[in-house]
Structure formats: structure tokens, C-alpha cells
């Protein structure tokens, strides 16, 4: 099997577009990773030379294979690491304030909807754990609305199967689990009652945001980490403005919000709130 | 009894042998030329010539026996590593998958580390800072307090010049009454003298008015001096206070600074661990990644390894058909085949079987194997695998040739075609391979060129829904503005 290379110019090359197109900014320290993910993506597609595989990610695809190339491309550079539950002081706080958010909210004041968007959902976990809670703690005269994007189309096929296997990671308790689950062989399927709930979209958070009406509830957790400080700023704008009055912004655990320009108010670590 | 004999003995032997065999048929046809007349030695030759031809058939069946039990055991070899390399793959494919499962929690973790990391990073120079900032309090504090004790230091002098003026007051007060009490003695004299003195008189009223003012004016200062006193010694108290506040504040700023030079330090040391640590889970980064890699090379390996132990199956049949010649390939090959087929569990549609038996049976004749372009088309990349087993095959074939050369003519075109039809089995086996492992690398499927007959077959379905899935992509379905 021969070893590719890929070479120092077009490993900057690939960066560039990685930042430019997802606003992922790699590192130098973290090049020679990306070299081997590369690697590891050219050897899958049978393509041995950088420059053609540059091309053929980089042009707007128009066969079917180079869209699947895209894909793969894009699932493989993209982390995707989530859990049912995970961080899960968060899903406490929507438990403890919840007539608080009903409260303030105007779509559950007009529409009888409690919106919310999670905006890198990866597989779904995410999107799922807060519909499971919607249903678990909301009156019975609001509604879950959940829109679930990712950049990565796989994850979000995975998303749409709603398919999971549970490991020591997940911080799934039994009960959501027999009351929102099907066991399917060693897997588990989530129930349709919940997959109702939520809509998954492919979206990058780098393009300009369409959504017509505003969110109460946003979830951008451990994404601004692979993004520099201009993108995380963009962003956290673009979600202060999608936002409904009194909204609220959970960002990842080890993020923060104190090295960067933003209008909302802190409410507490990780959890920032409009005005 | 040749069991242990390797491939250039049993060689060896059939070229002894049939050497053996020629030599006694010259020499008996020689005699017989020499001799005709004699029947004894006709009959001796004929003897002869039988006993030679049953020696060289039994060494040749001998041989023809180790042979076979050679090709048994490379046959079950062949299928042990088929099996091996089958579960290899499997194996190799599982831990890929786990170790980019794996590689992408630690890339996670690591970019978390890698932000906790910038944020200790900015306290540790906020309290920098504020280490700076709090020396700078104490310094000022320090210097108020300094000022201070100057200003109670003016303050008493303050209060001291306030007593001396007070005193100063008394002796101006007291030359007012004198003068007060001179300027009435005046105005007596001044009356006594009648009106020479009328003018004196007037002077005295004004000396006395004069003395009045000044006693006043003394009274006045008096006063505010008297307050000023008192003003002074409230002032003194409070510059005392404010002296000890300062104080305090020195103290306080002094522990502030001690402490935040200790969250500076402790901040500093974190920073080092955990950019140690980041280092530790960056390296466990790439050391993922290259397992990942790794196991996918492993697993595609062992890929490699199942087509060579196809190719080793190919050598055997190969070798038994020169052993045991056409007729018996028949047998021989037919029930190993549909074996192995009944084992890939997934094929066993009768047509299956039907459509491999017929091919196979038309080893030794042309006509029928060669039927279409297509096909062969189709099988070009495997005949390339049997330009492999072509030297081996040659070098049976000249042994072989020695004995029988009108023979190895016959077996030549036979193995010529006998590669071909082989070959073809190639894609079914291959297709059983498909099977097995459903996510068999995407660039290879083309390659393999399934038959119309076997693709709708329930089992190959498996990794279909996948396909169409890929095809409804969730950017063609909705566009996101619904929201």
C-alpha cells in the first residue's frame, strides 16, 4: 500500500478552506493531525495525489461520487462527539427555570411553542435529550419545537435514524430509556413521539441565518472551540440576534464568553442570557 | 507413504520414473529387434515391458497419491486462511471503527483543554494585573499615610501659633482697656482746664473710641481664634483617623497583593499542566489517528491475504487437474465448489449452483466456454491474478511433457481453458465476499462487476439502504427557511 504524503502547501491550502468555508481554524500544532485525516480520506477515495484531491473537494461537486467524497470529507475533519445528557447541568437549569422561559418566551405566548435550536447536533443526541425533557417538563399547552443542524451530512443521516448503541459515557438514565426507546438487536431506537419533535437540517453555522422567527432556547455547545476568536464573535452576534427577548445561550463547558465582544448578559458559567 | 515429500522430490521421482520406463522399453525393443527369432526372449521381453509399464504405473499412482493428499491439505489450508483473513477484516474494520470513534472524543477533549487552557491563560495575565494594580494601591496607601503624618504635624503647629495668637489677643485686649481707662482720665483733665481744654476733650472721646474698637475687635479674634483651636484639634482627630484607615488599607493591600501573587503563581502552574496535558492528549491524538489508520490498513490486508488464498484455491485446482486430468476435475472441483458456496450461507438459491455446474463441466471443451466477449471482458482483472499461477502450471506441464509430449499438448489447451472458466467462478466467490462484509470498499465494487442473476439476491440488499439513504440527502429535502 503506498503512503501518502500530502504536502506542506496544500496541508495550508486545506486549511485555508477549512477556515474560509467552516470557519474551523486549525493550528499549526495541529496540522500534521490534519495530515493524517487527509491521508486517511485520500487512501479511502483512492486518490493519491494532494492536489487532485484539493480540487476535487474544493470545486463545487457535480457527480455523485465527489458529493460523497464532500461528505466524507467533511464528517471525517469535523469532530463529532456527543452523548445523551451530556453536560447535563444544563438540561437541570431548563428543569429548575422552566415556567421562568415559558414565561418570557413570546412563540409560547403566541404560537403555544417552546422553540429551541441546536446548532451543532451531530448525531442527534443533543436534540433528542432536550426533547425528551421537553416532554417530560413542559405543560401540556406548549409544544417542543427543536431544530437540530450540523455541517456534517452523515451525522445528520445518523440523526434522521435516530439509531443508538448506549455506552458508560451516556449519561442516559433507564427510565428515558424504556420510556422513549425500542430496543432493536444491541441497538436502540428512539421513538417517533420524540423524532416529531425535532427537525434536523443541514446547516453551516459560518452562513448567514435564515430563521424567520425567534429562538428562546440556543445550544452551541463545544463547536467555538475549533473556531478563532473573529468567528466565535460573528457567531455569538448572529445568535444574540435570533434570539427572543429574555433568550437564553448555552455554550460548551470549557467555553466562555469573557474573551470576546457580545451584548448578552452572563447568568451563570456557560449560561448567557439576552436582554 | 509420500506425505512427507516435498513438491521437487515427488518431482524428481515421476521424471526417475518415467526415465526408467523409457529406458526399459528401448532396451526391450532393441532386444526384440536383435532377437525376433527366439520366442523365449519375445516372451521375456513382452515381460519385460509389461513389468516395466506396471512399475512405472505403480510409482506413478504413488506419486499421484502424495500429490493428492498434498492438494487435500493445501486445499484445507487455503480455506483455513480464507476464513482467517475473512475474520481479519472483520476484526480490522471493528477496530478502525473504534479508534475513530475514539480519535474523536480525544480530539474533543483536546480542543476543550486547548480552551480551558487560552482561558487560564488570560486569568493568569488578569491577575498579573491586578497583582501590579493592588502593589500600586499599597504604594499609594503608603504614601498617604507618609502625607499624613506631615499634615498632623501642620495641624500642631497649626494649633500652637493659634495659642501663641490667642495670647497675643489677651495683651492687645488689655492695652484696649488701659487705653480705655487713660482716654476717660483725659476727658476729666481735659474739663478740670475749662475751655483751654475743650479741644483735649474731643481728642480724649476719640482715643476712648478707639480703645472700645480695638477691645472689640480683640473680642472678635479672640473668638475665632478660640475656634480655630477647636477646629484644629477635630481636624487632628480626624487625620488620625484617616491615618489609621490608611494604615488599614496598606494591610489589606499588602495580603491582597500576597494573595493574588499566589492565584498569579498557582494560575501559572496550571496553565504549565495543563498545557501538559494538552501535549499528553495531542500526542494520544495522533497516536489514535494512527491506529485508526493502522487498523484500516490491517484491515485491508487481510483483504489481500483472502484473494491470495483464492489464488492458492486456483494453484490447487490447477494442480489437481494435471494430477487426475480432466474427468476427475469434474468430480473433484465440482462438490469442493458448491462446499464452499453452501458455506457462504447467503447463496443458496438452486440457480446458483445450477449456473456454476454447467461452467465448470465445460472445462475440457471449447465450444462451450467461450461464449461471450463480455464475460471475458468482465474477467480480465482475475485473468490477470491466473498469469500468476501460469508459471507454476508451466512448470508441472514440462514434467508432465516429458512422458506423454502428445499428451502435454492436449493438457496445454485444456489448462488454457481451464483458466478461463475458473476465473469466471472468481466473481461469484467474490460476490460471497460482498456478502460477508457488506461494507466492502466502495472503489472496489466496480471491479467486481456483479452478475445480473446474483444482484437481487435479499442478501446483498444489506448495504443498499445505505445507498438510497445517500441519496436523499438532508439538504434536498427541506430548505432550511421553514424555520
Known sequence: MPIITIEKNYLDLFSEYLYKNMGIYIEDSKKNLLAQKLAKLMQEAGIENAGEYYHFIVSPPISERQKELKNKFIDTITVHKTNFFRENNHFEFIQRNISEIIETSQSAKFTNELRIWSSACSTGEEAYTLAMLCKEILPANVRPKILATDISPDSIRKAMEGIYKFGPEDNITNYYINKYFTKNGTQWAISDEIKNCVTFRLFNLVEPFPFKNPFDIIFCRNVMIYFDKIVQEKLVGNFYNVLGKKGFLFIGHSESLIQIKHQFTYHEPTVYRKN | ?483
Open chain 2, 1 to 483: 507413504m509420500f506425505n512427507g515429500f516435498s513438491k521437487s522430490q515427488i518431482g524428481f521421482r515421476i521424471i526417475l520414473s518415467i526415465l526408467f520406463v523409457e529406458l526399459i522399453s528401448l532396451a526391450s525393443g532393441v532386444i526384440m529387434g536383435l532377437n525376433i527369432k527366439s520366442p523365449t526372449i519375445i516372451a521375456a521381453c513382452l515381460l519385460t515391458i509389461i513389468i516395466s509399464q506396471l512399475i512405472a504405473w505403480f510409482i506413478s499412482e504413488n506419486v499421484k497419491k502424495s500429490v493428492r493428499n498434498v492438494l487435500s491439505e493445501l486445499a484445507e489450508t487455503s480455506e483455513n486462511l480464507g476464513s482467517l483473513s475473512n475474520e481479519l477484516t472483520v476484526t480490522g474494520r471493528k477496530l478502525a471503527d473504534g479508534s475513530t470513534e475514539q480519535a474523536a472524543s480525544i480530539q474533543e477533549t483536546s480542543s476543550t483543554l486547548e480552551e480551558s487552557s487560552s482561558m487560564i491563560h488570560q486569568t493568569t495575565q488578569n491577575t498579573k494585573e491586578a497583582e501590579i494594580l493592588a502593589k500600586q494601591t499599597k504604594q499609594s496607601a503608603d504614601n498617604g499615610n507618609v502625607e499624613m503624618q506631615t499634615m498632623l504635624e501642620a495641624m500642631e503647629e497649626l494649633k500652637k501659633s493659634s495659642t501663641e495668637i490667642s495670647k497675643i489677643i489677651r495683651v492687645i485686649d488689655e492695652i484696649a482697656f488701659q487705653t480705655n481707662i487713660l482716654s476717660l482720665n483725659a476727658a476729666v483733665e481735659a474739663a478740670r482746664a475749662g475751655d483751654a481744654g475743650k479741644g483735649f476733650a474731643v481728642v480724649a472721646e476719640e482715643v476712648r473710641n478707639l480703645a472700645q474698637r480695638s477691645a472689640q475687635a480683640a473680642k472678635d479674634t479672640a473668638g475665632i481664634i478660640e475656634s480655630n483651636i477647636s477646629l484644629s484639634e477635630k481636624c487632628l482627630d480626624i487625620s488620625n483617623q484617616v491615618s489609621k484607615s490608611l494604615e488599614g488599607i496598606n494591610n489589606d493591600t499588602h495580603k491582597v497583593s500576597e494573595l493574588l501573587e499566589e492565584i498569579s503563581t498557582a494560575s501559572q502552574e496550571q496553565e504549565i499542566g495543563i498545557n501538559q496535558i494538552n501535549k499528553a492528549i495531542s500526542q494520544m491524538e495522533h497516536v489514535l489517528q494512527g491506529n485508526a489508520l493502522t487498523a484500516q490498513e490491517s484491515a485491508s490486508s487481510a483483504e489481500h491475504l483472502n484473494t491470495y488464498s483464492n489464488t492458492l484455491k486456483k494453484i490447487k485446482e490447477e494442480l489437481t487437474y494435471l494430477v487426475d486430468g480432466g474427468k476427475e476435475v469434474e468430480k473433484r472441483i465440482i462438490p469442493t465448489i458448491s462446499r464452499e458456496v453452501e458455506v457462504k450461507k447467503e447463496i443458496k438459491s438452486q440457480k446458483l449452483e445450477v449456473k456454476i455446474k454447467p461452467e465448470i463441466k465445460s472445462v475440457p471443451k471449447v465450444e462451450e466456454v467461450k461464449p461471450k466477449t463480455e464475460v471475458k471482458q468482465k474477467v480480465e482483472p482475475i485473468k490477470l491474478k491466473t498469469e500468476e499461477i501460469k508459471p507454476k502450471v508451466e512448470e508441472v506441464k514440462k514434467v508432465k511433457a516429458e512422458e506423454v509430449k502428445s499428451k502435454a499438448e492436449e493438457v496445454k489447451s485444456k489448462t488454457e481453458e481451464a483458466v478461463e472458466p475458473k476465473a469466471e467462478i472468481k466473481p461469484e466467490k467474490e460476490e460471497t465476499k460482498v456478502e460477508e462484509k457488506p461494507k466492502t470498499e466502495e472503489a472496489e465494487k466496480p471491479k467486481l462487476e456483479l452478475k445480473p442473476q446474483i444482484q437481487p439476491k435479499p442478501v446483498v440488499k444489506k448495504p443498499l439502504p445505505k445507498d438510497t439513504d445517500k441519496s436523499v440527502r438532508p439538504e434536498d429535502i427541506i430548505p432550511l427557511d421553514d424555520f
